[in-house]
């Protein structure tokens, strides 16, 4: 298993610290969750259908012709590799480590390739995997390049896939309106933008063809009843995306803020999280653990991540943490 952030209990086991009493920064999620619905009693007690409008949401949500609904998008991007025969797959990195993992194991060759590296290897390539907005650089390309990538693989039955997971702030970056395009696959998670990761919703936007396949190898009831209500509740929430996205942008600026007046200066981020490459990585994140801040770290790169402070109160506490560091550490 590879590693990945929100593992609060280990980290409360290793330092001693109560998990009620951690300020948690290790995921790129919005600590706003989304408010729940009540469940139906049948939606517990029935196999799941999928004519119960979730499907219609999320097209009207994300401005996209279909969508197959999936255990989160983790589970599409084990599953995509499937539908292929083995080759070559560019993935455009740094970037979520899952996506190269998938590929390797399933038998194609990977090359991680860098943003100014694509247009030269692209059309060696079978596939190329990008995600945009970046996890964790936070890089985000527009359409037009992206469209233009499409259109040079598809020529050789090749695909694009896009990993849209931070997409939900900046929609009109997104290409799921283009996803009905043979060769194009957009991938979508729910729990990120929501604050609702635990219910493992992802959605894969494509054309009918390739929706019909990867549904194949999904398997039925792959999303659970009571998930399809919360998902169906929270995609038609106008209102709450709105003030999702305003609040979501005004956090991610003011940790910008704090981490600057400590004289780290990320190198990229989004309106879910912040990156900083720093010589003290390493330092920083244990100096923070410490105190019950867990952050992302990223060895290999001596990088960090940092959530979203929920409130003044936790931007609070990220800014004493930080001020400790730096008398120690000037």
Known sequence: MLEHGGRLRRAAQEHGIAEEDWLDLSSGLAPWPFALPQIPLRAWARLPETDDGLEQAACAYYGANEVLPVAGSQAAIQLLPRLRRTGKVGVLSPCYAEHAEAWRRSGYRVREVLEQEVDLFLDSLDVLVVVNPNNPTGLSLGPERLLEWHARLVQRGGWLVVDEAFMDNTPELSLASHAHQVGLIVLRSFGKFFGLAGVRLG??????????????????????????????????????????????????????????????????????????????????YHFMARRGILLRLFAHNSSLRFGLPADEAECARLEQALLAYRKDYP
């Open 203 to 284: 959605f894969v936007l494509a054309e009918h063809r390739l929706l019909r396949l990867l549904a194949e190898q999904v398997g039925p009831w792959a999303v659970s009843g009571p998930t399809r209500v919360l998902g169906q509740a929270c995609l038609r929430d106008v209102a709450g995306h709105a003030r999702q996205r305003q609040r979501s942008e005004a956090a991610s600026q003011q940790l910008v803020e704090v981490l600057q007046r400590y004289g780290f200066k990320p190198q990229g981020g989004c309106a879910l999280f912040q990156w900083l490459i720093t010589d003290e990585a390493e330092r920083l």
